[in-house]
Nanobody
Framework: QVQLVESGGGLVQAGGSLRLSCAVSGRTFSSYWMGWFRQAPGKEREFVAQISWRSGFTSYADSVKGRFTVSRDNAKFTAYLQMNNLKPEDTAVYYC???????????????WGQGTQVTVSS
């Protein structure tokens, strides 16, 4: 069983920054992908970014490219999502999740964190 615990959400003004963390514990895979997703009220969960735990390869949704950066610390079993130049439309509950494949589809992720609220005021 894999447990994911997120932290770092909060309230920030437009143009500000936040860093989310996702600590992984329990069973680990030899190679897996850490994904970040978000879900705004009344909307479907959408892909934000992902990183290969083994190689560090990353990919991003077009809406966050150039503003968000995903990284990981292998020694701490923790992944991060650095969010800069935040916009009101970034307001959502953010989730981290683990998959054993390179995918942006939420239903192909096996384990999920509890979510952390990010609110960006205008």
């Amino acid at each position: 069983q894999v447990q994911l615990v997120e932290s770092g959400g909060g309230l920030v003004q437009a143009g500000g920054s936040l860093r989310l963390s996702c600590a992984v514990s329990g069973r680990t895979f030899s190679s897996y992908w850490m994904g970040w997703f978000r879900q705004a009220p009344g909307k479907e969960r959408e892909f934000v970014a992902q990183i290969s735990w083994r190689s560090g390869f990353t990919s991003y949704a077009d809406s966050v490219k150039g503003r968000f950066t995903v990284s990981r610390d292998n020694a701490k079993f923790t992944a991060y999502l650095q969010m800069n130049n935040l916009k009101p439309e970034d307001t959502a509950v953010y989730y981290c999740a683990v998959s054993d494949m390179f995918t942006s589809r939420p239903n192909e992720y096996n384990y999920w964190g509890q979510g952390t609220q990010v609110t960006v005021s205008s």
